[in-house]
């Protein structure tokens, strides 16, 4: 079984640009998260969209955005990038919303802000 | 306070040894408490979860043990070889507002010694 893919795998962005990074969680799962890791921390919760609805956003500016699409698929959204928005950005993918419901990572958009 | 504190922030053990990394919570709201092992470019993978309601749960050579009255958690990993070699993160799940948000301690770098 497919797991969570994301794409594309490494992005380089100059300032002030804007990026849009993909996801499609595995076969079943109707809930996409979005979680930025910056080098050497945990990841951070971005947005939860389950059934193409935003269910929660954690505390990031309004220049990210996402979208969950009729197949699950989601797309995360960054405008006028910043050099701090350099960082690995993890898309999860689960059954439910549930909290005990697991999450499951793709490998990841490794994002650089030149 | 919605913070996971993790501990240590590096451990080097040697093969054959018990492998412990210890986590800690404020957040009565959290209900769901999984490990993730995470691997250079790669997506931290679910290793094993426990609810608060459970002591201690046994996968394998990986254990959780629980203190819900000193809100604490802990993995031992036994009989620790060079392939865990990976960064650990402790993560606590809590419903906010519909969304399941999972907070992550700052990660374990763990290095098993042949």
């Known amino acids: 079984d497919a797991g969570v893919t994301q794409s594309p795998t490494h992005l380089i962005k100059t300032r002030g640009q804007h990026v849009t990074l993909r996801c499609s969680p595995i076969?079943?799962?109707?809930?996409v998260s979005w979680y930025q890791q910056v080098l050497g921390q945990g990841p951070q919760f971005i947005f939860q969209?389950?059934?193409?609805?935003?269910?929660g956003r954690g505390n990031f500016p309004d220049r990210f955005s996402a979208r969950q699409f009729p197949n699950y698929s989601s797309e995360l959204n960054v405008n006028a990038l910043l050099l701090g928005d350099s960082a690995l950005y993890l898309c999860?993918?689960?059954?439910?919303?549930?909290?005990?419901?697991?999450?499951?990572f793709g490998n990841g958009t490794r994002l650089t802000v030149t | 306070q919605q913070q996971v504190k993790q501990s240590p922030q590096s451990l080097i053990v040697q093969k054959g040894g018990i492998s412990i990394i210890n986590c800690a919570y404020e957040?009565?709201?959290?209900?769901?408490f999984p490990w993730y092992q995470q691997f250079p470019g790669k997506g931290p993978a679910l290793l094993i979860a426990?609810?608060?309601?459970?002591s201690e749960k046994k996968e394998g050579r990986f254990t959780i043990s629980f203190n819900k009255s000193a809100k604490q958690f802990s993995l031992h990993i036994m009989d620790s070889q060079p392939g865990d070699s990976a960064t650990y993160f402790c993560?606590?799940?809590?419903?906010?507002?519909?969304?399941?948000?999972?907070?992550f301690g700052q990660g374990t770098r763990l290095t098993i010694n042949p």
């Open positions: 999860a993918s689960s059954p439910t919303t549930d909290t005990n419901s697991p999450l499951h």
């Open positions: 076969s079943g799962h109707k809930s």
């Open positions: 969209y389950y059934e193409k609805e935003e269910r």
């Open positions: 957040n009565t709201a959290f209900d769901y």
């Open positions: 426990i609810r608060p309601d459970v």
């Open positions: 993560a606590a799940s809590w419903r906010g507002r519909g969304a399941q948000k999972l907070v």
